[in-house]
């Protein structure tokens, strides 16, 4: 029995390490300016934590077998501890996950922490169950008001935000179903959300971050790469969480342009 417990624990740490190794379920190409280095510090997670697994593993079902019922003439003791070995892969626990930490942060920080370039396309993402709409600040560069009062969810557009058309500010402001974006311009996007949390998510562009009912959360990007990217909501928000995805669109700078002067058109 212990021979064959070895075998299944060996077998099946094998067989999923190779998994991991060959890259069978992988993250989509990177497209952003920051997925280079996140790549590298998820790789690196992977191979030092993967390292750990396999030999915690490997060492189980050489237990297990070498202490087999019956099948060896060396008894397993029991041991209340040994102080000087908890010490020791404590600290070692702690240099490396702080030392991960701390080799990650710049990157974490550079997308939430610093502002964004003054010449950043400014992106409001709105999410609520189960869509996201995302508004554009048209040429005066001022995003209008929202009421809550005013938001009609089943109308979609302008009405599921509530804008208040009263507002000078609020004329020009464009909203879209999808979210259109030049390449190599920094993007900032202010997430909201109108019911419960949401979680705006762009496998490509290694961007992820909750949206909250009440906040107003900046982040920003930076598309290095044209073409057409899923948004997906990372959070369970509710029944129809399946079906709340999205299209993010990076496009040329001309192409954006045209776009956006389209769209303002069509409100006049």
Not at 14 to 30: E, I, M, N, R
Not at 228 to 247: Q, R
Request: glycine share 8%.
């Amino acid at each position: 029995m212990g021979l064959v417990l070895l075998v299944v624990i060996w077998l099946i740490t094998l067989v999923s390490t190779y998994f991991f190794v060959a890259k069978t379920w992988w993250l989509p190409a990177g497209a952003s300016a920051a997925a280079a280095g996140i790549d590298h510090h998820f790789t690196v997670s992977f191979y030092l934590m993967g390292f750990v697994f396999v030999a915690a593993q490997l060492a189980l079902g050489y237990l297990v077998w070498k202490y087999r019922e019956g099948g060896s003439s060396q008894k397993a003791s029991y041991s209340h501890g040994n102080t000087t070995l908890e010490v020791v892969w404590t600290v070692l626990t702690t240099i490396l996950f702080v030392g991960m930490n701390l080799a990650s942060s710049s990157i974490w920080a550079a997308e939430r922490f610093r502002a964004a370039e003054a010449n950043a396309v400014h992106v409001e993402v709105t999410g609520m169950q189960f869509a996201w709409y995302f508004r554009y600040p048209g040429p005066d560069g001022k995003f209008g008001l929202t009421k809550p009062e005013l938001e009609d969810a089943s109308a979609g557009g302008e009405a599921a935000l509530g804008l208040d058309t009263h507002d000078p500010a609020s004329k020009d402001d464009v909203v879209s179903g999808v979210m259109v974006v030049p390449v190599n311009r920094e993007i900032e996007v202010i997430l909201r959300a109108q019911d419960v949390i949401h979680s705006f998510f762009v496998p490509s562009m290694r961007f992820k971050q909750d949206a909250v009912p009440g906040l107003a959360i900046h982040m920003h990007f930076t598309p290095i790469q044209t073409g057409d990217y899923e948004i997906a909501c990372a959070e369970l928000c509710g029944l129809g969480h399946y079906k709340m995805h999205g299209i993010l669109k990076v496009v040329s700078q001309e192409e954006f342009d045209k776009w956006l002067a389209a769209r303002e058109a069509e409100k006049q």
